[in-house]
């Protein structure tokens, strides 16, 4: 079964850090793109980030640039975010997605909350 | 990167078909052929009904169909049942190399 498990988030102070992981099963990672897309409670889904196969190409959102960093080990079939600077602002569901075009499927995602 | 244009609620009874609205401009949805469909039920992650405009993926039921003319790409669903009640976001590729998502539809089965 083809599976993705997001694990990491939990709560942290405005101008914390997390380091998010997505765990990938049932298919073989090294060959797809991947991204990162979040939701903030209530609202509508929102692209944070991507990244290409052998990890050589990235992209970001205006609004995480340089604040976020979007890497993966296909030996470990695990997709990571790093986040840095937060703010409340991040909050949100972040799920991990596979594939270029069309992403599927989702993980179940997992929620950040920043809050002091 | 705006978020591309979606209505906020569309809804329909039992047997009808709706058509939900996705509009961006040349630099995305009418530059490319990467517009997704993505449904979500409440609690639960997003769920790819359409991708690259009009494709279905396995197991997709094919009262959902895709379809794009200028810089707008059209969902629609034919036979709506109650359990196509749910929220669909559109998708994109840019032309900045990232991706840019709709606000949401929440569609209501009467």
């Known amino acids: 079964e083809v599976q993705l498990v997001e694990s990491g988030g939990g709560l942290v102070q405005p101008g914390g850090s997390l380091r998010l992981s997505c765990e990938a099963s049932g298919f073989t990672f090294s060959s797809y793109w991947m991204h990162w897309v979040r939701q903030a409670p209530g609202k509508g889904l929102v692209w944070v980030s991507c990244?290409?196969?052998?990890?050589?190409?990235?992209s970001y959102a205006d609004s995480v640039k340089g604040r976020f960093t979007i890497s993966r080990d296909n030996a470990k079939k695990t997709l990571y975010l790093q986040m840095n600077s937060l703010r409340a602002e991040d909050t949100a569901v972040y799920y991990c997605?596979?594939?270029?075009?069309?992403?599927?499927?989702w993980g179940q995602g997992t929620l950040v909350t920043v809050s002091s | 990167q705006s978020a591309l244009t979606q209505p906020a609620s569309v809804s329909g009874s039992p047997g009808q078909s709706i058509t939900i609205s996705c509009t961006g401009t040349?630099?995305?949805?009418?530059?490319?052929?990467?517009v997704s469909w993505y449904q979500q039920h409440p609690g639960k992650a997003p769920k790819l009904m359409i991708y690259?405009?009009?494709n279905r993926p396995s197991g997709v039921s094919n009262r959902f169909s895709g379809s794009k003319s200028g810089n707008t790409a059209s969902l629609t669903i034919s036979g709506l049942q109650a359990e196509d009640e749910a929220d669909y976001s559109c998708s994109s590729y840019t032309s900045s190399s990232t991706v840019v998502f709709g606000g949401g539809t929440k569609l209501t089965v009467l």
């Open positions: 997605a596979r594939g270029f075009s069309g992403s599927d499927p």
């Open positions: 040349s630099s995305d949805v009418g530059g490319y052929n990467y």
């Open positions: 990244i290409n196969s052998d990890g050589s190409s990235t």
């Open positions: 690259e405009v009009s």
